[in-house]
């Protein structure tokens, strides 16, 4: 557990992917919208995906016994989509290395991206100041880790957020004005201090040969919306331990006529 810096900041604690504040769990920004951000493009695409796995691998799925042939399409979107999960963090810890200046081996798969990241530092002139760090706002008791805090061409103190898919959508809007909002940070030794709000706030979308910077609305607006997507994924999350505890709530147990009030 970090030590705080000042009387009046909590103790700030990143353990793997969970985060800690005066020792209690708080969700991520990016659990909070999973839960509590609607995301109907998502099922369209599990959609599509699944057809597409389904056409393009038909003998192989017909030489399958049913039962087989049915986990296998049930996981096929999800597998897709950790595989792009894994290339973006994969593209991340290279494009981290290059903030910073060392020496990376690029696999062939990502030259294109690994590449176009490194000429947009060059052309920004990017001088990161936090990279990887974990924020947090103890009011509202949510945490997450931006990927990058950085001065561009020496003028523009920039909150960035590097992505890696296809398109860039309205919840990394969400995501971003989160960080922007964080009231304390965590530093590489592990103490704890005040966050400053950033002049600016933008995603660094990276494609296959060309990386864009695009700017993001992070302000009062998109912050409220993240808030209220918190509310939405806090009922889901005591609604789904309700459910698994068999306890009858939000949904009670049926009511016997005599029993009516």
């Known amino acids: 557990m970090s030590a705080p810096t000042g009387p009046t900041l909590p103790t700030f604690a990143k353990r793997g992917k969970r985060y800690f504040l005066d020792g209690e769990p708080v969700p991520s920004v990016t659990t909070i919208l999973k839960d509590g951000y609607p995301a109907p493009a998502l099922i369209s695409w599990a959609a599509r995906t ?9 003998d192989e799925l017909a030489a399958m016994p049913p039962a087989e042939r049915l986990r296998t399409l049930e996981r ?16 991340h810890s290279l494009g981290e290395s290059l903030v910073h200046g060392r020496p990376v081996e690029i696999p062939d798969a990502y030259v294109g991206p690994v590449e176009a990241y490194a000429r947009f530092l060059d052309e920004f002139d990017v001088q990161p100041t936090l990279t990887e760090c974990p924020v947090a706002n103890p009011a509202h008791g949510w945490a997450g880790t931006p990927d990058l805090r950085a001065v561009l061409r020496g003028q523009v103190d920039y909150l960035l957020d590097l992505k890696t898919g296809r398109g860039v959508y ?13 009231a304390i940070y965590l530093d590489d030794d592990g103490n704890v201090h005040e966050w400053t709000p950033p002049q600016r706030v933008a995603v660094i979308h990276v494609k296959p040969d060309a990386v864009e910077l695009l700017p993001v609305d992070a302000g009062e607006r998109a912050y409220s919306v993240f808030r209220h997507a918190s509310v939405v994924a806090r009922y889901t999350r005591e609604s789904s331990e309700a ?13 016997e006529p005599a029993h009516v009030a």
């Open 170 to 182: 309205d919840s990394h809007a969400l995501q971003l004005a989160a960080y922007a909002h964080a």
């Open 76 to 91: 096929a979107a999800w597998a897709s989509r950790d595989a792009a999960a894994l290339r973006g963090t994969e593209i």
């Open 243 to 255: 459910y698994k505890e068999r306890r009858p709530w939000p949904i009670g147990r049926a009511i």
């Open 50 to 58: 699944t057809a597409d796995y389904a056409v393009n691998r038909w």
